[in-house]
């Protein structure tokens, strides 16, 4: 019976391969075009005033003191979501978990990578779009390339990061992605 | 919607990313063990319920998640004002005492 188990995982391990949520899923409307983006490497981080220094050089990128502020940097970005508390997306293959495991000073790196999914909301209307269910004020004034916030969209919570004037990244948990994406869809339908 | 100032965020923001959190400047008894029940039931369950304003304690849930506390009027809903967990209770209130 052993000798059966050990036989399944093996050929289990053969063919595992990573499907992630959602991937590849795309709605246009006339007026906005949503995309899941893909896999992407993530940490939350929580850090003191005092290792903020060499975070920052470790991670290549500055993490932002402002509140909804963020950062980017050779495909990385680093997003302020609280007063200690961060959450960094690397896009280009980079390893963010690592590059904080040398970091002497008090810190806290957890790889969040496959918990989020991030959906990009993209033209005229992706502000409306995300309005349907954000109550935050997205106007440029108020919401300018580069803000970015751990807010909610409909009855889940999102963090918003608004990458152009007309495109925005939502990050949500994975398990809530299929809610997103379908809200999104519904709201792209509504805006156009 | 009611915007509520977070003193972290530095602005006004909806309530549907708030979540109230009780009565605030609680302090917690230091040796809990040796309170008689009449004092423990004053700590643990007896609330001021005043009609007018009230200090209590907010959470920002689901923006910077941080906890503050907020002067509220229970009569008209309005938020007087907010400030940071630990900074003492406010005496003077804007608006009062005139
Ligand atoms: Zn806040």
């Known amino acids: 019976m052993a000798k059966a188990a050990a036989k399944r995982s093996a050929s289990a391990a053969a063919s595992i391969e990573r499907h992630p949520a959602l991937a590849g899923g795309e709605v246009t409307t006339a007026g906005v075009r949503l995309a899941v983006l893909p896999p992407a490497e993530r940490i939350s981080l929580r850090a003191p005033e005092a290792s903020i220094t060499a975070l920052t050089r470790a991670l290549g990128v500055s993490l932002p003191k402002?509140?909804?502020?963020?950062a980017a940097k050779a495909g990385r970005t680093a997003l302020w979501l609280g007063p200690d508390e961060w959450l960094v997306i690397d896009e280009a293959g980079g390893d963010?978990?690592?590059?904080?495991?040398?970091v002497k000073g008090l810190h806290s790196a957890v790889g969040i990578s496959h918990r989020n999914v991030a959906i990009s909301v993209s033209g005229r209307q992706a502000a409306d779009t995300i309005n349907a269910g954000c109550p935050q004020d997205l106007s440029l004034a108020a919401f300018p390339?580069?803000?970015a916030s751990r807010t909610v969209l409909g009855k889940v919570e999102i963090v918003l990061?608004?990458?152009?004037?007309?495109?925005?990244?939502v990050e949500c948990w994975r398990s809530f992605s299929d809610y997103v994406l379908a809200f999104l869809t519904k709201a792209a339908t509504d805006a156009a | 919607m009611l915007l509520i100032h977070c003193p972290y965020c530095e602005e006004e923001r909806p309530e549907l990313e708030f979540r109230h959190a009780g009565e605030a400047h609680i302090a917690r008894p230091t040796d809990m063990a040796a309170m008689s029940d009449e004092d423990f039931e004053k700590f643990?369950?007896?609330r001021s319920n005043p009609k007018g304003v009230i200090y209590e304690r907010w959470r920002h849930v689901h923006g910077c998640a941080r906890f503050f506390n907020a002067v509220r009027d229970t009569v008209t809903d309005k938020f007087v004002m907010t400030y940071k967990a630990g900074e003492p209770q406010p005496k003077k209130l804007p608006g009062a005492g005139k």
Request: glycine content about 8%; charged content about 20%.
């Open chain 1, 145 to 147: 390339v580069g803000a």
């Open chain 2, 44 to 46: 643990f369950f007896i």
């Open chain 1, 161 to 169: 990061l608004r990458t152009q004037e007309d495109t925005f990244r």
């Open chain 1, 96 to 102: 963010p978990l690592a590059d904080c495991a040398g």
């Open chain 1, 66 to 70: 402002a509140p909804k502020t963020s």
